[in-house]
């Protein structure tokens, strides 16, 4: 299972940006997807997760100025994040844990897998 983030960029302080990520493979179920960060010299944290039934946790950081969602129906997760704030800036990956269906030689059947996107840049500064 692949995971494809996009969306990043450079804006400045107060402005808003909208981050995708969409899953991709023989998936047949996703239960959590979520959002982490990390910054030049700190470790990958937490920014948001969102639950298959569509429960939802935030960071302290980001509550009230981020919003993460997710469209089911394309294996995608969102990330809109408002007010942005310089130290905000990071590189932001998304993560989503599930099942797959694999088919091999020696095996057919359902497995879990728990996956990284590459990684998007967000960078704001005046």
């Known amino acids: 299972v692949q995971l494809q983030a996009s969306g990043g960029g450079l804006v400045q302080p107060g402005e808003s940006l909208r981050l995708s990520c969409a899953a991709s493979?023989?998936?047949?179920?996703?239960?959590?997807m979520g959002w982490y960060r990390q910054a030049p010299g700190k470790q990958r944290d937490l920014v948001a997760v969102?639950?298959?039934?569509?429960?939802?946790n935030y960071a302290d950081s980001v509550k009230g100025r981020f919003t993460i969602s997710r469209d089911n129906a394309k294996n995608t997760v969102y990330l809109q994040m408002n007010s942005l704030k310089p130290e905000d800036t990071a590189v932001y990956y998304c993560?989503?844990?599930?099942?797959?269906?694999?088919?091999?030689?020696?095996?057919?059947?359902?497995?879990?897998?728990?996956?990284w996107g590459q990684g998007t840049l967000v960078t704001v500064s005046s």
């Open positions: 993560n989503a844990d599930g099942t797959y269906y694999s088919d091999t030689r020696h095996f057919k059947g359902t497995l879990p897998f728990r996956s």
């Open positions: 493979g023989s998936i047949t179920s996703i239960n959590s």
């Open positions: 969102i639950t298959s039934g569509g429960s939802t």
